[in-house]
Every structure is written in structure tokens, then in C-alpha cells.
T-cell receptor
């Protein structure tokens, strides 16, 4: 089984631009969560999706949005990028009844 | 408001000795706790977990202890190996939540040969 895959691995964007990050979960893992990890801190919860529905949202502004597709892959969108959005964005997948989350390698976003 | 705290940003241990990583939490609704290991340029990797109904869980060289009254958990690694050098994150999940994890800020463990 392939692990959780995220694309792209690295990205540089200019302040004010928009970005879309992608995540493909492990086969059979229907729940996808997104986390933001800034340098020196632990990952912070952004969104959780299951069966294409948002099941949880962290304390992030409306510039952040996400969706999940029928094949359980997911996209995270961030509009009007700020310098402070520079971070490692992690996608985590789990089977619904398990609490163990499997993480992808992350997308390193740099906003300049 | 940090609900999960790892107060030691770094820890150095000699190979073969015990590594003890600590984590404190404040939210009484947390009912499940996990430890993740993270190497540079990789995502966090699940290591071991413990439910709030237990006080100990063991998996090979890794043991997690939970003290609910003190709202404290610890990860013991015995014996420590150079390959264990990584950042270790403590995470917790609240009952009734959307299974979101709340992470601590991590502890960089360095195992010296």
C-alpha cells in the first residue's frame, strides 16, 4: 500500500497569491485532515473531511478552505497568502474508527 | 493557550541508555494520547498510543506512561539508539471531537554514539 502522498513537496508563492495543495490518502482511509506546522511548533489542526463533508475546523481564517473528492483525495486552498502562511502543510489520513493518523511528507510553502 | 506542552525542546542521551520524553496537558476532555516521531523532510510517523483508561502501554523498546491525575504522560525509550534521533511530538485527542489531534511543540532527541 502506498502511504499518504502530498503534492507538491515544495512551493514558493508571492504574498497575495492563491495556492492549492493536494493529498491522496492511503487506500481505504476515508478521513483526511490538514495540519499547519510552522517552524519550532507542533502541527496545528486546520480541517477534517470525511465522505466529502467537513467534520471539523480549527482556528484558521476563511482564507483557508478545503474539499474532499469521491476517491477520498483532498485539496487545501489558501487565498490572499500572507508571509505568516509560510509553513509545512501536512495531510493525515485515517480509517474512521481508528485514532491513529498516518501523515504524508508534507508540502513546504514559502510565501515571499 | 497551549493545551499540550512539551517543556523540553531538546534532550541528549548516550546510546544504550534510557530516553525519557515528557508531556503535560491541561484539557480534561482528552481521552487518547499519541507519540509521533519526525525526521527532517518527512511527515510525522506514528510511534505508540495510550487510551485514558490505561496507565501504561508497551511496544518493544517504547513504553508510554499516563498519569491522569497529574495530566502527564511520558515516553520511555530503552535502550536508545542513534537512529532514534528525531523530533518527538506528543499529541492528544478529545472525546467527542472530530478526531483532531492537538500537538505539543516537540522535543528534539539526540542519541549520542
Amino acid at each position: 500500500d502506498a502511504g499518504v502522498t502530498q503534492s507538491p513537496t515544495h512551493l514558493i508563492k508571492t504574498r497575495g497569491q492563491q495556492v492549492t495543495l493536494r493529498c491522496s490518502p492511503i487506500s481505504g482511509h476515508k478521513s483526511v485532515s490538514w495540519y499547519q506546522q510552522v517552524l519550532g511548533q507542533g502541527p496545528q489542526f486546520i480541517f477534517q473531511y470525511y465522505e466529502k463533508e467537513e467534520r471539523g475546523r480549527g482556528n484558521f481564517p476563511d482564507r483557508f478552505s478545503a474539499r474532499q473528492f469521491p476517491n477520498y483525495s483532498s485539496e487545501l486552498n489558501v487565498n490572499a497568502l500572507l508571509l505568516g502562511d509560510s509553513a509545512l502543510y501536512l495531510c493525515a489520513a485515517r480509517q474512521l474508527m481508528n485514532t491513529e493518523a498516518f501523515f504524508g511528507q508534507g508540502t513546504r510553502l514559502t510565501v515571499v | 493557550d497551549q493545551q499540550v506542552k512539551q517543556n523540553s525542546p531538546s534532550l541528549s542521551v548516550q546510546e544504550g541508555r534510557i530516553s525519557i520524553l515528557n508531556c503535560d496537558y491541561t484539557n480534561s476532555m482528552f481521552d487518547y494520547f499519541l507519540w509521533y516521531k519526525k525526521y527532517p523532510a518527512e511527515g510525522p510517523t506514528f510511534l505508540i498510543s495510550i487510551s485514558s483508561i490505561k496507565d501504561k502501554n508497551e511496544d518493544g523498546r517504547f513504553t508510554v506512561f499516563l498519569n491522569k491525575s497529574a495530566k502527564h504522560l511520558s515516553l520511555h525509550i530503552v535502550p536508545s539508539q542513534p537512529g532514534d534521533s528525531a523530533v518527538y511530538f506528543c499529541a492528544a485527542r478529545a472525546s467527542g471531537s472530530a478526531r483532531q489531534l492537538t500537538f505539543g511543540s516537540g522535543t528534539q532527541l539526540t542519541v549520542l554514539p
